[in-house]
């Protein structure tokens, strides 16, 4: 497993070394900068990796381990990437030129500590409490082990084991029979009767060679065989489509013929290797022709005999793979290809040819559950995957192709309905005196009520069918969960798609909106999810493909609602009523199912859901937002908002469960309601009243001492990713940044601006016990600390001196640029003071990240883009705050981390 990782990890270096460059040269640099990026936080994820063991083994064996910051490496690569994005070159070279030294005196310490542990463990005696065991021996090779393996276990050894040259020599020379036939229809100047008499002379001549090896190498043998008959097939076909042999009754008998060895040779030396061989040729042969394609009705024809003969093979021989192969290509390849090129008037043949298929497939499957029986009868057991679907596929996508190709005659899918139904009743008493097959008796049973079941809703017209659909979908799922039956359950979920995909049908079709159907679809997709999740029992039955059905049903049924409400409700409120409707019934449904004691089966879906009830309030906000401001146009529509808002947040939040299972969806929605309510609260101020209540969250969670629950829910992600998003795009984009304002700080916006930064940085803090990197947190910091504090100073400045704001033109300020040198060059001052006074390493690295920021501001913009007496005062204003610094904050002293504690690398 290290070893793939490791191939994979070189690889995905290999890819974005290649791709940046190509970039590079493409001149689109772009995509180099973010390819470097990638590289850059790839190779010390990589080392990373490679530390954290060596960490954990230091600590086992008492050894100190010297903590390194990655703090460097993160600025480094900024500087790098903010140079690249400004064509800085100079700041590029000097950012990659840091990044590399740093990352070198990484690697070095690093080495140290992998020297230390080899050297501890070369001088520590080895414990051996177990003594070696011989290895068991190996189980001896079945005989029938081609008979019993799974189709993609089959493949596998036949792909993969034997002789590997000799099988790619059979492949090519495949291809090599194709093109020697194009090319000789196309260009030998011979006759074509004569070019294909000798093609298929040779052939025959190399099954017979292949015949006559058998007895000294048999997989050679088999190999030239298949060689011979599938090129006697290829030209056949050429034959036949080149008007060679004029009649089609001709080359059938021809093809019987070869197809009759094939069987014979098949059967004699008992190789299944040979028939797959053989019939994976015939299958694909219809499309190596160079001068015309096969219609429907002869392709879709040419597939009967073709299964015919390996329903021979399978009644003789119990051969599943060459029943899933057969069945595989004829509803992939066949079905494909007759949907595709099928006409009109060619659909009662093809209707008969759909049906002589699915004849062929049910005797295979009822035909290979005798011979299995017979051959083991302690032993059989219906494998999962491909044995069900020969069982329950072949009749289910038989009818399926009936139904779509007589779609709008009810009495040709009724009668298709009964006839499957009565074919598989008799099936069911044939087998059902068998023992051994049960399992496939009951699976005969299931099929003939999933026939007798589907007969009603062909019976109501247009959109009634679909609410047809729908009601017999959820009483037979409620059933199911009654008398705990799987087969029945998926029965039900096929109603429900198929009610689901024939409702898109209609609403196209029909002239007015069909608000019945979707009122009966709607209501049923609810109630099965609120009938699955009422009992325990229940729940217990529930797969994880039956809980994501779910999900999709609540992500449709809510789709729904709202346009239905939408669709039933007018006036001037009806954007407010909806909402408030749909949040009022999700709050009903997950009270009555917490009773019911619901958990994680009903939490998904319900996640899931409210998904377009939150895309419908942002719209809302959206149509309602002004120039910056919202503007509701009544009370009514602004307090129904907002107690939608609280009627979302109580369904995050019950149960807390969901905080524990999933806190990322959780607090993204939480959050996401909690500013929904909030945004009612000061709508003249829309940045402000967005965060008031996710803010007053905050802090009585930061208060909850005795339940961890909700500091956990703000070690989210998502909670981190909304708060740096507010951080960042309130600043860019207000509108109402100096309305209220008094003071700096004294004034809403930079109150709330602290505020956000506070909480900012104990989410920080949380997310160091989910083991985020602690140099990403103090990058993070120090970047969310300089952006808020210098817009505090911008808006300041602007508002008593007139200086640009959110322009180009503060970089050419030189005002400006004195007050944010002086602002960083502070707020170094005092982190580094305290580090030092606490004797807090990282703290005071961070600082000093800060004077590094400050350092290249010095060389970058004052000291060619602003004035001279600025320019004075901005680097003698510098360079004493650092003389100061220097003084009284020297850097704490590198302790040596506890053995027991994993340090940041």
Known sequence: MRKGQSEIRMIWLMVLIIVGVGSWFLDVRVFTYLCGLAFVMSVMQYVDAIQTPAVKIAAETNLSVQETSKVPLYLSSIVALVGGAMEWGFVVGLGITAWIFFFLRWLRRLEGLLTQIQTRLQHTPMNLSSTVENPPPQPAESQTASASLELIDQLKQWIFQGNPVLKAAILVLVMGIVLLLRFATEH???????????????????????????????????????????????????????????TLAMAALCFAVIMGVTLALSLKQQSIELALMAMIIAYIAPFTLPVRNATAIELTAYYVVINLAVAVLSTLRPW????????????????????????????????????????????????????????????????????????????????????????????????????????????????????????????????????????????????????GWAVEGLVIFTYALYRRSEISRYLAMGLLIVAGLSSLYYLVELNEFPREMYWGLCLSYFAV???????????????????????????????????????????????????????????????????????????????????????????????????????????????????????????????????????????????????????TLVPSMPYISVVILPLLFCAWCYWQVDNPD??????????????????????????????????????????????????????????????????IVAVLIVLSLLWLSSYIVLRALHMYLGTPFNQ??????????????????????????????????????????????????????????????????????????????????PIPEGGKTNPSSRPSP
């Open 188 to 246: 030998w100047q011979l006759s074509l009767a004569l070019k294909l008499a000798i093609v298929a002379s040779v052939s025959a001549a190399v099954t017979a060679l292949g015949y006559w090896f058998q007895t000294k190498n048999r997989s050679f043998a088999l190999a030239l065989e298949g060689l011979g008959l599938a090129a006697l097939f290829l030209t056949l076909f050429f034959a036949y489509y080149n008007a060679v042999i004029p």
């Open 320 to 467: 599943k793979i060459l029943n899933q192969i057969a069945f595989l290509m004829t509803v992939i390849v066949g079905g494909g290809y007759a949907f595709y090129q099928g006409e009109e008037q060619q659909r009662n043949t093809l209707t008969f040819l759909v049906i002589v298929h699915t004849a062929i497939f049910v005797w295979l499957s009822f035909r290979f559950s005798q011979l299995i029986a017979k051959e083991d009868l302690t032993q059989f057991k219906l494998k999962p995957a491909l044995d069900i679907a020969l069982i329950f596929g072949a009749p289910i996508i038989g009818y399926i192709f009936i139904y779509l190709m007589h779609f709008e005659e009810m009495l040709w899918q009724a009668g298709a309905s009964l006839a499957f139904a009565v074919v598989y009743a008799g099936l069911y008493q044939l087998s059902k005196r068998n023992q051994a097959v049960q399992l496939i008796s009951q699976s005969y049973f299931s099929l003939m009520l999933i026939f007798l079941a589907v007969i009603p809703p062909i019976l109501l017209s247009e959109q009634w069918s679909v609410i």
């Open 529 to 679: 999810v609120l009938v699955a999740n009422s009992q325990a029992s229940f729940r217990s039955q529930l797969s994880n493909s039956t809980i994501a059905f779910h999900c999709l049903q609540m992500l449709s049924a809510t789709t729904m609602l709202i346009v239905l409400l939408l669709d039933e409700i007018d006036g001037s409120h009806q954007l407010v009523m909806s909402l408030l409707m749909v949040s009022g019934l999700y709050l009903l449904m997950n009270e009555v199912l917490l009773r019911c004691k619901a958990t994680w089966t009903w939490l998904f879906p319900k996640w899931l859901g409210l998904i377009p009830v939150f895309v419908f309030a942002f719209i809302m906000v959206i149509d309602q937002s002004k120039q910056g401001i919202i503007v509701w146009e009544s009370t009514f529509d602004r307090v129904g908002f907002a107690f939608s808002g609280l009627m979302l947040t109580a369904l995050w939040l019950r149960p807390m469960l969901g905080v524990r299972m999933e806190k990322e969806w959780v607090s993204f929605g939480t959050l996401t309601s909690l500013a929904m309510t909030s945004l």
């Open 710 to 775: 909700w500091k956990m829910f703000w070690q989210a992600r998502t909670s981190l990713v909304l708060m740096a998003t507010w951080i960042i795009c309130s600043q860019l984009f207000t509108q109402q940044a100096f309305q209220g304002y008094i003071l700096p700080i004294i004034n809403p916006f930079d109150l709330v601006s602290i505020a956000m930064l506070a909480g900012f940085i104990w989410m920080l803090s949380l997310q160091l016990k989910t083991g985020l990197d602690k140099g």
């Open 808 to 889: 180009l033109a503060l970089w050419e300020d030189g005002t400006v640029q004195l007050s944010l040198t002086l602002l960083w060059v502070g707020l170094a001052f005092m982190t580094m003071s305290i580090a030092s006074r606490k004797q807090l390493r990282s703290v005071w690295i961070l600082g000093g990240s800060i004077l590094v920021i400050v350092t290249l501001k010095l060389v970058l913009f004052d000291l060619s883009h602003i004035g001279t007496l600025t320019r004075v005062i901005s680097f003698l204003g510098a360079g004493f705050v650092m003389l100061v610094i220097a003084y009284i904050a």
